[in-house]
């Protein structure tokens, strides 16, 4: 699904995005952003949440400097739906792992949110 990020750009099913994206399991790639310069908290993970996925993961960056808040963590574990953190050139590849559909899993491939900070 995810086929290459780049600092500052994401290719995803042949089309290139140059701002912070929303991709879910489903193939919808949405615009995401966050008020506070590199501070992910619970309003910026809000609508991620809402559609119930077992997986969200979090791009903090090519640094990874973007934070994401203990408040923003605690909502999403408190849903039962798994987080994991990583810089963005790791999440993207824990992304494309658990969307993949696999014969040990017969076939089924996770539900997951990705959410995508593209520079710093």
């Given amino acids: 699904m995810i086929e290459e ?10 089309e290139t995005y140059e701002n912070d994206v929303e991709v879910r399991w489903t193939g919808d790639v949405l615009t995401w952003s966050f008020k506070k310069r590199h501070l992910i908290d619970v309003e910026e993970v809000r609508r991620a949440i809402e559609e119930k996925p077992e997986v969200i993961i979090i791009g903090t960056g090519e640094s990874g400097l973007a934070e994401v808040t203990e408040e923003a963590q605690k909502e999403i574990r408190a849903r039962g739906i798994e987080l994991i ?3 963005t050139e790791q999440a993207v590849r824990t992304f494309n792992v658990l969307t993949e559909e696999s014969i040990e899993e017969e076939g089924k491939n996770k539900e997951v949110i990705g959410l995508f900070h593209l520079t710093c």
């Fill in 5 to 14: 990020y780049h600092f500052g750009s994401i290719k995803i099913d042949g």
């Fill in 85 to 87: 953190i990583d810089e």
